[in-house]
T-cell receptor
Framework: GEDVEQSLFLSVREGDSSVINCTYT??????LYWYKQEPGAGLQLLTY?????DMKQDQRLTVLLNKKDKHLSLRIADTQTGDSAIYFC????????????FGTGTRLLVSP | DAGVIQSPRHEVTEMGQEVTLRCKPI?????LFWYRQTMMRGLELLIY????????DSGMPEDRFSAKMPNASFSTLKIQPSEPRDSAVYFC????????????FGPGTRLLVL
């Protein structure tokens, strides 16, 4: 079945890099996504990667995809206190292109 | 662009009462999703629609929950009767079924059932 797993918590200092990891089970996923949820708000798309890519960079964000190991990571360079939030990875899975399977979310805490 | 609009933003009700949550998707989006988020269970997909038709309602907890999408710009999620364990944040999201399929989330409705 579909299952997307993430570590629950990550704590870093301001200015350091953060790496949030995700493992997924469905190798047929077409796209993989990273969403950010700030307190009291809905999920906001940060970035996505097509399954035939290994890496995607978008300003301070770098997404790495290892299809062999079904491992996805999000690196945030020069992490700021405003990056403190919950980060969700998601995959399209095999149940249909529209339905996303979300991970449990990783709570990132950035301390000054 | 207004984004996904949900109402009410907060709802406090008593056990046994009917609760109706509302959602207006982004104009031009043809897929709509209802999610529930709790600390214990995380983010759960309840139901989703494509072109106003329910496609997958396997996540709907039980018969007390129902969802409708009478037209492309409006959907409701109804709980009748409500129970304390229904307390959660309910999100609506919409997307285009073509292309990347990015889902855009509303701000959520925080429901508390006493």
């Amino acid at each position: 079945g579909e299952d997307v797993e993430q570590s629950l918590f990550l704590s870093v200092r301001e200015g350091d890099s953060s790496v949030i990891n995700c493992t997924y089970t469905d190798s047929s996923s077409t796209y993989l996504y990273w969403y950010k949820q700030e307190p009291g708000a809905g999920l906001q798309l940060l970035t996505y990667i097509f399954s035939n890519m290994d890496m995607k960079q978008d300003q301070r964000l770098t997404v790495l995809l290892n299809k062999k190991d079904k491992h996805l990571s999000l690196r945030i360079a020069d992490t700021q206190t405003g990056d403190s939030a919950i980060y969700f990875c998601a995959e399209t899975g095999n149940t249909g292109f529209q339905k996303l399977v979300f991970g449990t979310g990783t709570r990132l805490l950035v301390s000054p | 662009d207004a984004g996904v609009i949900q109402s009410p933003r907060h709802e406090v009700t008593e056990m046994g009462q009917e609760v109706t949550l509302r959602c207006k998707p982004i104009s031009g989006h043809n897929s709509l999703f209802w999610y529930r988020q709790t600390m214990m269970r995380g983010l759960e997909l309840l139901i989703y629609f494509n072109n106003n038709v329910p496609i997958d309602d396997s996540g709907m907890p039980e018969d007390r929950f129902s969802a409708k999408m009478p037209n492309a710009s409006f959907s409701t999620l109804k709980i009748q009767p409500s129970e304390p364990r229904d307390s959660a944040v309910y999100f609506c999201a919409s997307s285009k079924s073509e292309g990347v399929g990015t889902q855009y989330f509303g701000p959520g409705t925080r429901l508390l059932v006493l």
